[in-house]
């Protein structure tokens, strides 16, 4: 079983500036089936999803350190957005990287 809790745990420990995902408790179908597919696919241990987090923790871009363009505020990335299997491989690819 995928170990929802356990995750949203290690984000909260490597990323405490980003936004907190709400509790497990309140994730709809579709965010668990997606946080479950990249654990049975790219993330299978939570070693991987540390990991993953901590690119994102190296990523100025994606930690809201960059300003936005035309006047809007910095991206900051959550949780939902970097496990959607296109973010999650441009983050590997180092499309975010400094």
Request: charged fraction near 30%; charge should be positive.
């Amino acid at each position: 079983p995928c170990p929802f809790e356990e995750i949203r745990s290690l984000w909260l420990e490597t990323l405490p500036e980003l936004p907190a995902p709400i509790s497990v408790e309140h994730w709809t179908p579709a965010r668990k089936a997606q946080i479950r597919a990249r654990w049975a696919d790219q993330l299978p241990d939570l070693d991987s999803w540390r990991e993953c987090f901590s690119m994102v923790a190296r990523s100025p871009f994606l930690m809201g350190r960059v300003n936005g363009g035309n006047g809007r505020k910095p991206f900051r990335v959550d949780l939902f957005w970097i496990t959607k299997p296109e973010n999650l491989l441009k983050l590997y690819e180092g499309k975010y990287d400094a």
